[in-house]
């Protein structure tokens, strides 16, 4: 065996934006990056094997028929013959690679995407062919593309696509002009109008397609109860899109809807939006992006599938037809036949000492050797143990076995129980927890500074596209998405507030925002999103037709 010490091909190591974006044979994966290691875990999505042995100290990685070791002393062998010094990091059960020693393994070459971002690939995509008709453009590749590589903004009468790293074959055909720059590629497109349109992008196989809509900056009722608005307004000195849903929440219902693989999983609103045949919808909650579980309590149809985060906002929907925006308690306990227990988390991989998973769930419920199975059906034990996923008519309840003592005698047709406690005063059908709150009974909250601090990454202090909800004194909603349109992000928390009170709102909060924020109506995104395509999500709030 020799020892090499590998010498640095590119330097990677002063990524500033902590993430390296790696594609190989047509797979993507943005890979954690910290001082020069990235996280080994994440390669599994790009084909890779990767295995963790907690007796031995050691994880190995499989590619194609290399064979990588990585010891906790930083040394990493391929093959077991070419070994590398200081080149692997364990953290917990997260194992991390030089992201030079990687790049040499997996033969990859190192570029910038538009943003600056370094991407490392097996080959760089070629655009064969650029059309635009009928309001759309289409770009054709060889090779394969990922959305980190592309940037799109539109201005009055024009489209602008960046592409990078990419190369270009395709001709110049009006109005689609293409300039190629080393391993950059950029698309002017002249659209022949004096209006700055909203655009969305979608990715087909080995193609980038660009819908365009004029803003018709108008309004219409698009059902009963429902009216649609759309305007060009100034929001703290910036020029925006802002899209209205002005609902009447006694005739239609606001209603939350989770991805169609269950929680755990994402999907597109206007997916959500044409499979539940609703009137509209937008982006709801807060997610964690690692696992797409949602944040924060979330009720549909008084059914609890995410326990309460924090003194967060929440929006209720209640069976009497009322909305509302508060704070409030809530505790979920359940009972088992005398015994009753305190919920820790619903439907969450998360630890906690007890735990309930609904059939919502849609990952496999997490088998742990310290906890105690039930599996409950119509409000009665049926079965101790383990099982992957919940019945349809019940749920799992996961307790830890330092209780155990207590449920020795716990036998198969033994009820079970929820038991909720809360100050909201009113039966809650559906209820949505984000944030933060701007407005509360018509004036802004008196702790304003202390509110933007509950959320983390400076959510509420940068600019950037928002999704509202807003109630009024007389009791309708508005659905709000405000989009940037003159490059200058979108708006802050303070500008926000400002914004309500212009409005006249009662109480008002945030949704997720950002990259996730968009509003469909129908078939039809309305919205300008800030990427220029939609982002899954795990929660959608929906405008539905009211269920009997």
């Not at 394969?144 to 903004?153: D, P």
Request: proline share 4%; glycine share 8%.
């Amino acid at each position: 065996m020799r020892h090499l010490f590998f010498l640095v091909l590119v330097v990677v190591a002063s990524c500033a934006l902590g993430q390296i974006l790696v594609g190989l044979q047509g797979k993507f994966v943005v890979l954690q990056e910290s001082e020069g290691y990235v996280d080994v875990q994440g390669l599994q999505q790009l084909g890779l094997t990767f295995v963790l042995s907690e007796v031995s100290g050691r994880a190995y990685l499989i590619f194609e028929k290399k064979i990588i070791l990585l010891n906790k002393d930083g040394t990493v062998s391929v093959d077991f013959l070419d070994v590398y010094e200081e080149s692997a990091k364990f953290v917990g059960k997260r194992v991390f690679i030089k992201a030079e020693l990687l790049q040499n393994i997996l033969g990859l070459k190192a570029y910038k995407t538009v943003s600056g971002q370094i991407v490392l690939l097996d080959s760089v995509p070629i655009l064969v062919s650029a059309v635009f008709e009928k309001n759309q453009l289409k770009l054709r590749f060889a090779g394969f593309i990922s959305e980190q590589m592309v940037s799109a903004r539109t201005s009055k009468g024009k489209l602008t696509v960046e592409i990078s790293p990419c190369l270009s074959s395709a001709m110049s055909l009006e109005p689609v002009k293409i300039l190629a720059e080393g391993t950059s590629v950029i698309i002017d497109v002249d659209l022949g109008v004096d209006v700055e349109p909203v655009m969305v992008m979608r990715m087909e196989a080995s193609a980038l397609v660009f819908e365009l809509r004029m803003p018709m900056l108008g309004k219409e009722w698009i059902a009963n109860g429902v009216y649609w608005q759309q305007t060009s307004e100034r929001i703290g000195n910036k020029e925006l899109l802002v899209n209205y849903l002005w609902i009447d929440p006694s005739i239609v219902e606001l209603k939350p809807a989770i991805s169609s693989s269950g929680i755990g999983t994402m999907e597109s609103v206007e997916s959500m939006v044409a499979r539940n045949g609703a009137i509209a919808g937008v982006n709801a909650s807060y997610f964690d992006p690692n696992t797409a579980i949602p944040i924060g309590l979330l009720i549909v149809d008084g059914k609890v599938l995410q326990s309460i985060y924090g003194d967060r906002p929440i929006f209720v929907y209640t069976y009497a037809g009322t909305a509302h925006i508060e704070r409030f308690y809530f505790d979920l306990n359940v009972r088992v036949g005398q015994l009753l227990f305190i919920v820790k988390g619903v439907n969450t991989v998360a630890l906690g000492d007890v735990l309930i998973f609904t059939r919502e769930f849609g990952l496999p419920i997490p088998k742990r050797d310290d906890t105690i199975y039930l599996v409950v059906e119509e409000g009665k034990v049926v079965s101790k143990g383990w099982t992957s996923k919940a019945p349809d008519s019940g749920f799992v309840l996961a307790i830890s076995n330092k209780y155990e003592r207590y449920l020795q005698e716990v036998r198969p047709g033994d009820p079970v129980e929820y038991v909720v406690n809360t100050n909201f005063p009113y039966r809650i059908k559906h209820a949505v927890e984000a944030g933060p709150l701007l407005l509360y009974q018509g004036a802004p909250i008196p702790d304003r500074n202390q509110e933007k601090n509950r959320y983390g990454g400076n959510i509420a202090r940068v600019n950037a596209t928002r999704t509202l909800i807003a109630t009024t004194q007389d009791g309708k909603v508005a659905l709000i998405v405000i989009s940037d349109q003159n490059g200058s992000g979108g708006v802050n928390y303070d500008e926000l507030v400002d914004f309500c009170l212009s409005k006249g709102f009662y109480s008002a909060m945030n949704f997720d925002g950002g990259s996730s924020s968009v509003m469909v109506i129908r078939d039809k995104i309305v919205s300008r999103t800030p990427t220029g395509w939609t982002r899954a999500v795990p929660v959608s709030l929906l405008v539905v037709e009211k269920s009997e």
